[in-house]
């Protein structure tokens, strides 16, 4: 399914899961339909799994937004308690559209805790009492986390059903050019990686000492203390004094502590001169996108770092805002250059950047799918560094092969029902849908234009 296809069923009104492969153009898609929803008088409630996915899309979790937080389950009488705090209840009352990014990485008991919340405050006995529900997100990525036991990925829920979800499978590719690349990663989504596969990988393979001389390329890590230990020893390396930048914030300190989490932007960013750095934030207008690479090449009259990207333009950076937004208006909001050490960063940390270039280090990957995603964060198989790989770096959840088939076929099904639609029934659809949500009449100018 292409992406305009897919946004013409977003737009008529129904419950959606939009997934595809990395590259495939989901945050696109969606942020397309976000500017619909608010250009049609819809403000949508915007939400993902984790604080990185949330600041992506100016949102939060969906732990904060429902009020659930932390907990792994509740009783009845904690459904009643949450749903009783005025805050909730005024904003899951108010809410029409409820987005819910990186779904792969929710389990099913937190989707469950989510619903049954709304479901109280709305006193409406519909999924999510009776929102409109767009999931995104791609189930062979990182897998939930949870606390105490194996987590259930969110589709195996009843509520999933019930929900009686569009399957918008994407299967455009915008990241990776390579066939080479592309062959090896839809081997390993389909769990079938063979010799050849294997081969364009070791063609790739060098030792962590060789990568050192590679420069303004990021090295993605398993783990934490991997990443902080080469950031610090490389920024130690550099001549110079270091100048520090310091985060700013706006707004309730439970909201901008969930912010500060879950920026790529460290809270105190420390730079010296030639310092290797990635963006963490798209430009407004369009200079740098969240994972550019560059090196710092001096500071300006005001102190702002003067980055050299590697197409050769340079320009300072200024401070950009994270903001924490509901119902249109700004919540809570951090400020900070938008930049990061770029020597290390974690897979988990990398999910959603597209990189020119990656030193990787899968020897000790240790969960399904984070080969995969820290893989396909490359554009092609001349940018990759292999340091290391072990047999789990190629593997993918087996429970994801099997209902992959499904949604794929359901995505092929919905896809075929849509195209055999007229531009007449399309309109009228999301007309329809727009007047139930309260929006603005669609104008007769903007048209519908049906994806080829």
Same mark, same amino acid.
């Given at each position: ?10 737009k ?48 939060q ?9 932390i907990?792994?389950? =509740?009783s009845?009488? !904690? &459904? ?10 005024? $904003? %899951?009352?108010?809410a ?43 189930f ?7 606390r105490?036991?194996e ?9 999933w ?7 918008c ?14 062959g ?5 989504r389909s ?8 081969e ?6 060098v030792?962590?000492?060789?990568? =050192?001389?590679?420069? !303004? &390329? ?10 902080? $230990? %080469?950031?610090?020893e ?7 004094k ?14 901008v502590?969930?912010l500060?989490r ?11 001169e030639g ?12 200079k740098f ?9 001096a ?16 320009f300072?950076i ?6 924490l ?5 700004v ?11 770029a020597?290390a ?6 999910q959603?950047?597209s990189?020119?270039?990656?030193v ?10 984070q ?31 099997e ?27 999301q ?13 007769k100018s903007s ?6």
């Amino acid at each position: 399914m292409t992406q305009g296809e897919a946004l013409t069923i977003l737009k008529t009104g129904a419950n959606v899961y939009l997934t595809g492969e990395p590259g495939s153009g989901k945050t696109h898609t969606i942020n397309e339909y976000i500017a619909w929803l608010r250009k049609s008088g819809i403000e949508p409630s915007i939400t993902a799994a984790t604080g990185i996915a949330a600041t992506h899309v100016g949102g939060q979790t969906l732990h904060s937004w429902s009020g659930i937080g932390i907990n792994e389950s =509740l009783s009845p009488r !904690e &459904v009643d308690r949450i749903a009783g705090k005025e805050h909730v209840a005024r $904003r %899951i009352t108010k809410a029409k559209v409820l987005i819910i990014e990186e779904i792969s990485m929710l389990s099913a008991g937190t989707f469950e805790m989510a619903d049954a919340v709304c479901r109280e405050v709305r006193r409406v006995d519909k999924p999510f009492g009776g929102l409109v529900v767009i999931l995104v997100g791609d189930f062979f990525q990182l897998p939930p986390v949870s606390r105490s036991k194996e987590a259930i990925f969110a589709y195996a829920s009843p509520l999933w059903r019930e929900l009686n979800l569009l399957t918008c499978y994407l299967t455009e590719q915008y990241r990776q050019d390579d066939s080479d690349y592309l062959g090896v990663l839809s081997a390993i989504r389909s769990g079938a990686v063979e010799e050849l596969h294997h081969e364009h990988l070791t063609s790739r393979r060098v030792s962590l000492s060789q990568t =050192l001389g590679v420069s !303004e &390329v990021p090295k993605l890590f398993s783990h934490n203390a991997d990443v902080d $230990r %080469i950031n610090a020893e490389e920024l130690a390396k550099l001549p110079g004094k270091s100048r520090k930048f310091h985060m700013t914030s706006k707004g309730k300190e439970a909201l901008v502590e969930g912010l500060m989490r879950g920026c790529l932007s460290p809270e105190t960013l420390e730079l010296k001169e030639g310092a290797e750095v990635m963006f963490t934030k798209n430009s407004l207008i369009g200079k740098f996108v969240n994972g550019t690479l560059g090196v710092v090449t001096a500071f300006d009259a005001e102190g702002l770092p003067i980055v050299k990207q590697k197409n050769g333009i340079s320009f300072p950076i200024e401070p950009m805002d994270w903001n924490l937004e509901e119902q249109g208006k700004v919540r809570a909001s951090i400020r900070q250059i938008p930049l990061r050490l770029a020597y290390a960063i974690t897979v988990h940390k990398s999910q959603g950047m597209s990189m020119d270039a990656a030193v990787v280090d899968l020897s000790k990957a240790f969960e399904y799918g984070q080969g995969y995603v820290a893989l396909s964060r490359v554009r092609r198989l001349s940018g990759l560094y292999l340091t290391g790989l072990n047999a789990r770096a190629l593997e993918v959840h087996p429970q994801i092969l099997e209902q992959d088939v499904d949604f794929r076929a359901g995505s092929e099904a919905c896809r075929t029902a849509f195209t055999e639609m007229s531009e007449a029934e399309l309109l009228a659809m999301q007309e329809k849908f727009i007047t139930a949500m309260g929006g603005e009449k669609i104008k007769k100018s903007s048209r519908l234009v049906r994806a080829k």
